[in-house]
């Protein structure tokens, strides 16, 4: 299987069970791994702006839940599927305000 296939499935399945999370515990677990940094590095000066600039990736529950997994792979964060999940909860409450 590809790497995007398994992208794309790892989104199906946790964008089902991705709003069980605690924001307040995924703020806590996004400063720890200083996600804004990375963010920074990026696109540079506020790397909060990734997630309101217009041209965003992320326009559903889905896709807010595959990326964080995505990011998560990619920066080795050691986070769990329910760990995750807080992560994607408090990015939902924060920016998204997706239902």
């Known amino acids: 299987m590809?790497?995007?296939k398994?992208?794309?499935l790892a989104a199906c399945l946790i964008g089902t069970?991705?709003?069980a999370g605690d924001p307040a515990i995924g703020e806590?677990?996004?400063?720890?791994k200083?996600?804004?940094g990375c963010h920074q590095r990026l696109i540079g000066g506020d790397g909060s702006k990734i997630y309101t600039?217009?041209?965003r990736k992320v326009k559903n529950k889905g896709q807010l839940a595959a990326q964080v997994s995505f990011c998560s792979s990619q920066l080795k964060t050691g986070w769990f599927p329910e760990d995750e999940e807080h992560v994607v909860a408090w990015l939902n409450h924060r920016y998204y305000n997706f239902k």
Do not use: G, I, N
């Not at 806590?28 to 720890?32: L, Y």
């Open 2 to 4: 590809t790497a995007k």
């Open 6 to 8: 398994l992208f794309v």
């Open 17 to 19: 069970a991705a709003w």
């Open 28 to 32: 806590k677990m996004a400063t720890e």
């Open 34 to 36: 200083d996600c804004a």
């Open 53 to 55: 600039r217009s041209e």
